[in-house]
């Protein structure tokens, strides 16, 4: 007889719970929803932020269907589209430009599924529509105004150093400098050394010239970080066009690709994209009497009231209108920590900067300095510190009453208020979501037929074992939908591809088993030990075949990118639930329909071709 041991039954009938339970999200749909997220760390979004929406919501009459916090946002659901833009409406005039309140689509689940992670798959470019582009960071920009930022630095040590030079030059990725003499030269290159260990010297005694070079390393850095930094900037860009899915990844070692699922006005992509913040740098007025009549609505001539967000709580601060200083003189901003360990932001300016800030400093010690991000218009004050003596070198550090946070957060903005380097659009495309819906259908209806063709063959040819090579192959396609929502996976039309791949290649291993059955049974073996024979016999063939598949899925996935890589993904997912499926699912109908029957006369198989006949 042929029984399976009761722990097998459980491990297949847990896979079928498990399965069937995180399947069910993907037929529930998705409803309109409203997503709130915090433009900053230092700003939190909380229980407070979830009364405060509440409360805007019930002035309009507006009702949700839910509330709920979700890592750093807060998602608000509503039952239709109408409601869902009064609510945006409603919320934005509440909480202002704090925070980034983004149109978004939720699973319609019951929250029992959610609360399980039971969520569904989402859906790529292709069968949601949308925009792609493809640009190219200008990696040349990006090392010029590197090597300008060490010219700059090579004056200023110079000069600090009191080391009398001549002109300097570049030279491709090099700078030349002109020195008097061999002392000058020797100086020269010592005191270099120790401040620029990230450049190479060399020297010409006859001509007394120091030349500097960016190691190999140090412009491999430049241009990673200038794609980093590029893609964080596009990150807290693309966040007002209300993506809920964007795909903002690199692809190559110069190259990013921008996937904005639902976005259909590209002319609104593209500003939002190449659109640049500018830093200014003022003087801030703590005049009691001019503040006064500032918030009173009377703001003086030459001056102007800006908001200052911390995480105190908003404020507002009195600044003149006169800038000292643009973020165009800004090269880098990192968060770190000062001489007494408090977070402190760490800014490197060029040498027009550097001399600006000297001379600004120099002649306002004891007075506030406001450091302003201007966008779309609105200028909002990231941090106002005091000057407490005269700051030099083009290195300066703002330090004051910020936590960590607030300290990432203004590093972030002084550095990622325009793009690292320029890009280039070098390709551009449009999805409809009429194509989008369309591409679903065409291959939902092509999965179906092929599977409805593929059972009604198997059930004609096989019978029984037809029967339950079809309930397997269901099983298979339940365990691979499953395995592609657990993993949030996003569903691209090749993903739907190799789903109907997978179908043919799990159905071909039942083919094998059923053969190999049948071909017990002409040599004259009982049925019992027949179906044994069978799938013991067809095993090792079944591995093989699947093990040289997965390999070249396993090359695609970690050699393709884009489409190629999500065809991978789930050819690589489906070729492990057809070997569960096609073996032990399959076995275990076998065995549940003829596994405990003494007797049995035969198998009902189709027809079996004996030697003789």
């Known amino acids: 007889m042929n029984r399976y041991p009761l722990w097998k039954y459980l491990i ?31 700003i939190p979004v909380d229980t407070a932020l979830m009364g405060r929406v509440e409360t805007a919501l019930a002035a309009k009459n507006l009702t949700p269907d839910g509330l709920f916090l979700d890592g750093n946002s807060l998602k608000v659901r509503f039952r239709d589209p109408d409601t869902q833009i009064k609510a945006r409406d409603a919320i934005q005039a509440e909480l202002g430009d704090s925070y980034i309140i983004a149109l978004n689509l939720l699973s319609s689940s019951p929250g029992w599924l959610t609360r399980l992670g039971a969520h569904p798959m989402f859906l790529g470019l292709d069968l949601r529509g949308g925009v792609h582009f493809l640009l190219e960071v200008d990696m040349k920009a990006a090392i010029d105004k590197t090597v300008e930022r060490y010219s700059g630095d090579i004056r200023r040590e110079l000069k600090a150093q009191k080391i009398r030079y001549g002109a300097i030059k570049r030279s491709g990725n090099a700078l030349v400098v002109q020195l008097r003499d061999a002392q000058t030269l020797k100086a020269a290159a010592d005191a270099l050394a120790r401040t620029l260990p990230s450049l190479t010297m060399s020297e010409d005694a006859d001509a007394f010239t120091l030349t500097l070079a960016l190691k190999p390393e140090e412009i491999t850095r430049i241009q990673g970080d200038a794609v980093k930094q590029n893609i964080s900037t596009l990150h807290n860009r693309v966040n007002e066009l209300g993506v809920a899915e964007p795909v903002i990844q690199q692809a190559g070692p110069n190259r990013i690709v921008v996937q904005l699922p639902g976005v259909q006005d590209t002319a609104k992509a593209k500003d939002i994209l190449g659109r640049t913040a500018t830093l200014q740098v003022r003087l801030v007025e703590d005049d009691p009497a001019l503040m006064a009549d500032a918030q009173a609505g009377v703001v003086p001539a030459g001056y102007e009231l800006l908001d200052e967000l911390t995480s105190r709580g908003p404020s507002k601060i009195l600044v003149k209108r006169d800038v000292e200083l643009t973020g165009d003189n800004i090269n880098d901003a990192q968060a770190g920590f000062d001489e007494n360990g408090a977070p402190a932001v760490h800014i490197n300016l060029d040498s027009t900067g550097a001399s600006i800030f000297r ?68 390709e551009e495309r449009t999805v409809g979501p009429s194509l989008g819906k369309e591409n679903i259908e065409k291959g939902f209806n092509s999965t179906l037929w092929g599977f409805a063709a593929i059972v009604v063959f198997m059930v004609i040819y096989y019978r029984v074992f037809g029967v339950i090579s079809a309930l397997s192959l269901g099983v298979n396609l ?14 691209t039309l090749p993903g739907i591809a190799a789903i109907a791949l997978t179908l043919g290649m799990a159905i071909d291993a039942n083919v094998l088993i059923n053969e190999r059955v049948r071909e017990e049974l002409r040599n004259g073996v009982p049925p019992q030990s027949a179906i044994q024979a069978g799938y013991q016999h067809a095993w090792a063939t079944i ?52 596994g405990r029957r003494r007797r049995l006369a035969s198998l009902s198989i189709g027809q079996v071709w004996k030697p003789n006949q």
Request: proline share 4%.
């Open 478 to 491: 339940l365990v691979l939908v499953a395995m592609l929502s657990m993993l949030q996976a996003t569903l």
């Open 359 to 426: 001379q600004v400093t120099a002649e306002n010690i004891g007075r506030r300095m406001a450091m302003i991000l201007v966008e779309k218009g609105k200028a909002e004050v990231v941090t106002a510190p005091v000057i407490r003596s005269e700051i030099g070198g083009g290195r300066v550090q703002i330090s004051g009453s910020m936590n960590p946070a607030e300290a990432n957060d203004v590093a972030l903005l002084l550095r990622a208020g325009s793009l690292a380097a320029p890009m280039t659009i070098i």
């Open 12 to 42: 297949i009938g847990l896979a079928l719970i498990v399965s069937t339970i995180y399947t069910l999200p993907n037929f529930f749909g998705e409803s309109p929803a409203v997503q709130i997220s915090s433009s900053r760390q230092s």
């Open 543 to 594: 591995v093989d075949s699947n093990i040289t598949t997965l390999i070249a899925g396993l090359a695609l996935l970690i050699f393709g990118s884009g489409p190629v890589r999500g065809f991978a993904v789930v050819h690589c997912l489906g070729i492990l639930s057809s070997m569960f499926s096609a073996v032990l699912v399959s076995r275990g109908f076998v065995n549940l329909w003829y």
